[in-house]
């Protein structure tokens, strides 16, 4: 049974950092991609940021400069690093795998997700 689940979630103040963590079971994790994706209120869900099975990257233009991607294949785990955060960036966070192993945007390329995370910056 596939489960990812999110951590690091919380109550921010616009400018601060938070890391989030996806731990990753029942599933062959260094084959997958992995994206975040998150979800406010109102609002249809999103891709932040993905990570291929090989390591390349891609954050979508309201987060570059400020969110970091990256992955631990010893520790199943993938990591979403959120620097000078903004109340806009308030939303639940999902974490998804996606078996081809390729960056995708498009939510039906994602197999598993998780429960998410919310996250929270107030100004």
């Known amino acids: 049974q596939v489960q990812l689940v999110e951590s690091g979630g919380g109550l921010v103040q616009a400018g601060g950092s938070l890391r989030l963590s996806c731990a990753a079971s029942?599933?062959?994790?260094?084959?997958?991609?992995m994206g975040w994706f998150r979800q406010a209120p109102g609002k249809e869900r999103e891709l932040v940021a993905v990570?291929?099975?090989?390591?390349?990257?891609y954050q979508t233009d309201s987060v570059k400069g400020r969110f970091t991607i990256s992955r631990d294949n010893a520790k199943n785990t993938v990591y979403l690093q959120m620097n000078s955060l903004k109340p806009e960036d308030t939303a639940i966070y999902y974490c998804?795998?996606?078996?081809?192993?390729?960056?995708?945007?498009?939510?039906?390329?994602?197999?598993?997700w998780g429960q998410g995370t919310q996250v929270t910056v107030s100004s």
């Open positions: 029942g599933l062959t994790f260094r084959n997958y991609a």
């Open positions: 998804a795998a996606n078996f081809r192993g390729s960056t995708s945007a498009s939510l039906s390329a994602y197999n598993y």
């Open positions: 990570i291929s099975s090989g390591g390349s990257t």
